[in-house]
DNA sequence: GCGTAAGGCTACCCGCGAGTAGGTAGGCGG
DNA sequence: CCGCCTACCTACTCGCGGGTAGCCTTACGC
C-alpha cells in the first residue's frame, strides 16, 4: 500500500514562457468560446491548457487579464486578416468585396476566434464591452466610408432614404448574422457568402443612386 | 440606545401573488439587461422588486428558472406586437414593411426587452440558448417565406447569387444590428429605419429577379 | 559538480452569492 | 374575537471558484 504511484510523475516538461502562453491563450479562448466568461473556470482552462493554475496566474495576471489577453489577440488576428484581403487601390466596390471574403475566411478558419469576440466579448461588463463596440464602430466607419465616397462620387446626398451610418450599421449586423449563418453551412463558399451581400446591399444602394426608391404602397398606418 | 427603532417596520403590503409575480419579473427584465445573467444577483433584483428574496423562490423557483420566465413572457411580447403589425392579406413587401415597423416600435418602447432578448439570453448555456436560437430561426424561416414567395412568383429560381436562407439571415441580422443602431439614436423613427431597411434589401431583391447582378469586376482571387 | 534562477506543482484560503430554515404579522372564516 | 392560513421577512448555510503561499526540480553557467 506504501507503493503509491499516484502519478508515475507525468509532469510536464519544461517550456520555454513564450510557448506556455501561447498554449494557455489558445486553451483560454477555446475554453471561453464554449462556455462564454463567467460560466469558464479557470481550473478548466488550465487543464485543457495541460498547465497548472498558479501558471496562468503567473504569466497572464487575473480572469479579466486572461480575457483581456484572449480579446486582443483575437481582434487583432482578425483586423489583420481583413487588412491583407483588402487591395485599397480597387474602387469601393471591390474593396468591400475582398474584406468581406478574407473576413469569412477568417471565421470559417477562427470559429472559436469568432465565437469568442462576437459572443462572449459583450457579456463582461464594463472595459470589454466598450473595447469591442469600439472596434465594431470602427468597423462601421470603414464601411461607411466606402459607401458615402461611393454615393458622393455618384451624387447622392442627404435624401430620407439614405444614411450612410445607419446602413453601414445594418450592412456589419447583416455580415455578422450571415457568418453565424455560415458556421452552420460550411460547404457554402467565402465567395458566395460575399456575393450575397454584395448583391443585397450594393444594388439596392445604386437603385438608390438613381432614385428608384421603395415606399410603401399605401397610407402611413 | 435600547430604543432601537431599526426600522419602523415598512413591511411591504401584503399583495395577492399575481401582482408580486408582475414586479418580480419586472425587476428581474431590468436587472438582467443591465447585469447580464450571470452578473446579476438575486439579491439585486429581490431589492429592485422591493420584495425578499425567498419571495422569488417561492413565487418563481431557481435563478435559472426566473431568467427563463422573463425570456418567456418578452419573447410573447415581441411576437405579439409583430404579429399585430402585420396585415397578412397584403402583398409580401407590405408584409415585411409593416413587421419591421412594429419591431423598431416595440424595442423603442422596451429597450430592456430587447437587450434581455438579444444581448443576455445567449450567454446562459444550453437550454435558454437553444430556445432563443430557435426563436431567431422562426423569424428568419418566417422572412424566407416572404422572400422567397415574392421570389418564385416572379419566377426566380435557384441560382448561384440567391439563397432565401441566407438573404434571410442576413436580413434579421441586418435588423437586429440596426436596432442596437436605433438605440443611440432615439430620435429616428420606426418608419424610416423600416425603410431603409426596405431599400437595402428588397430593391437589391427586385434587381435579382430582373437578372442584374453584381460580380466582381475581376479574377477571382 | 554545484549554485541558482526559472519552470512547475500541490494544497490551501476566503468571499460572494445561490438557496433555505424558521419565525412574524395581517386578514378572513367562524 | 380567535385561530389559522398565507403573505412576508431576517438571518443563516454552504459550495464553487478566483486567487495565493510555499515548495520542488530541472537545466544551464561557470
Same mark, same amino acid.
Given at each position: !500500500? ?8 507525468? &509532469? ?10 501561447? =498554449? #494557455?491563450?489558445?486553451?483560454? @479562448? ?40 484572449? #480579446?486582443?489577440?483575437?481582434?487583432? &488576428? ?18 468591400? $468585396?475582398? /474584406?468581406? &471574403? ?19 466579448? !459583450?457579456?463582461?461588463? /464594463? ?8 472596434? &465594431?464602430?470602427?468597423?462601421?466607419? *470603414? ?15 442627404? =435624401?430620407?432614404?439614405?444614411? /450612410? ?15 453565424? $449563418? ?9 465567395? @458566395?457568402?460575399?456575393? $450575397?451581400? !454584395?448583391?443585397?446591399? $450594393?444594388?439596392?444602394?445604386?437603385? *438608390? @443612386? ?12
Amino acid at each position: !500500500m506504501s507503493e503509491e504511484v499516484p502519478r508515475p510523475a507525468e &509532469r510536464a516538461k519544461r517550456l520555454p514562457r513564450a510557448v506556455r502562453e501561447r =498554449q #494557455i491563450l489558445d486553451a483560454a @479562448v477555446s475554453v471561453f468560446s464554449r462556455y462564454g466568461y463567467h460560466s469558464a473556470s479557470m481550473d478548466e482552462i488550465s487543464e485543457v491548457a495541460g498547465v497548472s493554475k498558479p501558471m496562468i496566474y503567473t504569466y497572464l495576471g487575473s480572469k479579466e487579464d486572461l480575457f483581456g489577453a484572449c #480579446i486582443r489577440r483575437e481582434a487583432t &488576428r482578425l483586423l489583420e486578416a481583413v487588412q491583407n484581403g483588402i487591395k485599397p487601390d480597387l474602387p469601393p466596390d471591390m474593396q468591400l $468585396w475582398h /474584406g468581406l &471574403r478574407a473576413f469569412y475566411r477568417f471565421v470559417a478558419e477562427y470559429r472559436e476566434s469568432w465565437t469568442v469576440l462576437h459572443r462572449q466579448a !459583450m457579456t463582461v461588463g /464594463g472595459a470589454f464591452a466598450a473595447e469591442i463596440t469600439d472596434m &465594431r464602430t470602427r468597423a462601421i466607419e *470603414l464601411v461607411a466610408a466606402l459607401v458615402v465616397s461611393a454615393g458622393t462620387r455618384k451624387g447622392l446626398g442627404e =435624401q430620407a432614404e439614405f444614411s /450612410g451610418a445607419g446602413l453601414s450599421a445594418a450592412l456589419v449586423g447583416a455580415a455578422e448574422s450571415l457568418a453565424d $449563418w455560415a458556421l452552420d453551412h460550411p460547404d457554402v463558399s467565402d465567395g @458566395v457568402l460575399a456575393s $450575397w451581400l !454584395m448583391n443585397l446591399v $450594393w444594388l439596392g444602394f445604386n437603385d *438608390l @443612386v438613381e432614385g428608384d426608391v421603395w415606399k410603401p404602397s399605401e397610407s402611413d398606418d
